[in-house]
């Protein structure tokens, strides 16, 4: 099965391009413009591993399993590290409240969560690769899918806890 990248080479180009106008306009180092600036760079660090894993699983047969387990696996960490950051960033921008708490707590899911990602490597209940069928999901693949949703379930909680600190401008754009 070979992948249809188009779309995401042409989404790295416009992250891309976002980080260089956030570099250049941006200059001033807030706390909600540096947590902008990971966001925009784990998210590009997330597509430029969906293109990676995509051609490496399209071509299975010639690239060691274990490459494509490995990077495959840095796929799955970067884009829930992705959430993570998003969550940071929606925080600093819609509160200025102490964060420790449920900083910690998102922290210790993505440390089990990557825990669980270097496990899988060897017990392939997320995801594994055969030679005879390249990429395969596991019997938990759909569970690797949670954490992400988590993250986004979070952040929605917390857009609409503070609902009323957001600025007219802000909903709307």
């Not at 960490?77 to 998102?106: A, C, H, P, Q």
């Not at 990557?114 to 395969?136: I, P, Q, W």
Request: glycine content about 4%; aromatic content about 18%.
């Amino acid at each position: 099965m070979k992948y249809n990248i188009h779309y995401e080479v042409a989404a790295l180009c416009f992250i891309a391009v976002v980080y260089l106008f956030h570099r250049t306009q941006y200059t001033i180092k807030t706390e909600a413009n540096r947590k902008f600036h990971q966001l925009v760079i784990a998210t590009f660090f997330s597509v430029l591993m969906d293109i990676i894993t995509a051609i490496t699983i399209s071509y299975y047969q010639r690239i060691p399993l274990w490459i494509n387990v490995a990077l495959n696996t840095i796929y799955f960490e970067i884009t829930v590290y992705m959430g993570f950051v998003f969550t940071r960033y929606v925080r600093t921008v819609v509160t200025s409240g102490d964060e420790k708490k449920d900083s910690l707590f998102n922290r210790l899911v993505l440390i089990l969560y990557s825990c669980s990602l270097l496990l899988n490597m060897h017990m392939g209940y997320y995801f594994d690769f055969t030679e005879a069928k390249g990429y395969v999901h596991g019997p938990l693949y759909i569970a690797h899918i949670l954490v992400p949703y988590y993250y986004v379930l979070y952040t929605a909680a917390i857009l609409l806890i503070n609902r009323k600190k957001i600025g007219r401008r802000q909903i709307i754009s």
